[in-house]
């Protein structure tokens, strides 16, 4: 019987897209650092300072985290067990809204926000990569960081502020690996290939059909505010009203083709985030 699981995916909050000329560092108020940038003081944001530390400079996104740097222990024997998706999916959820709240009730500053989370989103997307068996690493966890999770919210509901005496770099010291999965090494490859096209196209049609209501609701407002503001004739609304709807039905095509244009750099963003794993 095929596992099922379910990932919460998260919207990235800001897209960079590239441009014909190259945009120097500065222009972002980042520091250049050998060949990758610097986020430490950004924007000159105290809230910042030794930002580069937690993972590493260089190591924006945690790609450096390798099998090499784990150490797998067995404090107990971890099986897993088979739950309904409704069952993951709650708690997932869950950890979604804490992180949420983590980042939105500590930090002020709308540009770390953003740093922050786009940290966080291209590091947990790596876990694709050991899903898939592509990453070189155990599918597992760092059982030590995860023992944190009661330390998160205090009794009142808030967000703690105290430091939990670890850092991104010590990922992987005690390295958890749940034994019991289905895995087979002739067929799971294609399988679980097979499942994980099937979320990223729900995912990308997802966005896609928002997009279009958007740009429906759009259109529909600004013809009714049109044909509402045009009352010296009847042709002169017609005329307007026309005018309105073809632009649109232009504004509609636009978006659509703007949408699929960036849903596919979400997506090879996605899997460069899980890189080697797509």
């Known amino acids: 019987m095929f596992?099922?699981?379910?990932?919460?995916?998260?919207?990235?909050?800001?897209?960079?897209?590239?441009?014909a000329g190259a945009i120097p560092l500065s222009s972002f108020g980042l520091a250049?650092?050998?060949?990758?940038?610097?986020?430490?003081?950004?924007?000159?944001?105290?809230?910042?300072?030794?930002?580069?530390?937690?993972?590493?400079?260089?190591?924006?996104?945690?790609?450096?985290?390798?099998?090499?740097?784990?150490?797998?222990?067995q404090e107990k024997s971890i099986v897993c067990h088979s739950q309904s998706a409704r069952i993951i999916q709650q708690r997932l959820l869950i950890l979604q809204e804490i992180a949420k709240k983590v980042i939105t009730e500590q930090v002020c500053e709308v540009e770390v926000?953003?740093?922050?989370?786009?940290?966080?989103?291209?590091?947990?997307?790596?876990?694709?990569?050991?899903?898939?068996?592509?990453?070189?690493?155990?599918?597992?966890?760092?059982?030590?960081?995860?023992?944190?999770?009661?330390?998160?919210i205090d009794q009142n509901g808030n967000v703690s502020n105290n430091d939990l005496g670890f850092s991104?770099?010590?990922?992987?010291?005690?390295?958890?690996?749940?034994?019991?999965?289905?895995?087979?090494?002739?067929?799971?490859p294609s399988s679980v290939s097979t499942a994980w096209k099937a979320a990223q196209?729900?995912?990308?049609?997802?966005?896609?059909?928002?997009?279009?209501?958007?740009?429906?609701?759009?259109?529909?407002?600004?013809?009714?505010?049109?044909?509402?503001?045009?009352?010296?004739?009847?042709a002169s609304s017609s005329a307007l009203a026309a005018a309105t709807t073809s632009g649109a039905a232009q504004a509609t095509a636009s978006g659509g083709a703007a949408e699929s244009a960036s849903?596919?750099?979400?997506?090879e963003s996605t899997a460069s985030a899980v890189t080697p794993a797509y």
């Not at 986020?39 to 910042?48: A, E, I, K, P, T």
């Open 168 to 188: 991104g770099k010590d990922l992987g010291k005690a390295y958890a690996v749940a034994k019991g999965s289905n895995w087979n090494d002739n067929s799971s």
């Open 201 to 234: 196209s729900a995912a990308k049609s997802g966005k896609a059909t928002k997009s279009s209501a958007s740009s429906s609701s759009a259109a529909s407002s600004s013809t009714a505010s049109a044909v509402g503001g045009s009352a010296s004739s009847s």
């Open 263 to 267: 849903a596919a750099p979400s997506a």
């Open 3 to 19: 596992t099922k699981f379910a990932g919460v995916c998260f919207a990235a909050i800001t897209v960079l897209s590239s441009t």
């Open 113 to 152: 926000q953003t740093i922050l989370f786009e940290q966080f989103h291209a590091s947990v997307s790596s876990f694709g990569g050991d899903l898939t068996r592509k990453s070189g690493r155990d599918v597992g966890y760092d059982s030590a960081i995860a023992s944190h999770i009661g330390s998160i």
């Open 32 to 73: 250049a650092r050998g060949s990758s940038p610097s986020f430490n003081n950004y924007g000159g944001s105290s809230s910042l300072s030794n930002f580069d530390d937690f993972f590493g400079q260089g190591n924006f996104a945690n790609v450096q985290f390798t099998e090499e740097k784990i150490t797998v222990v």
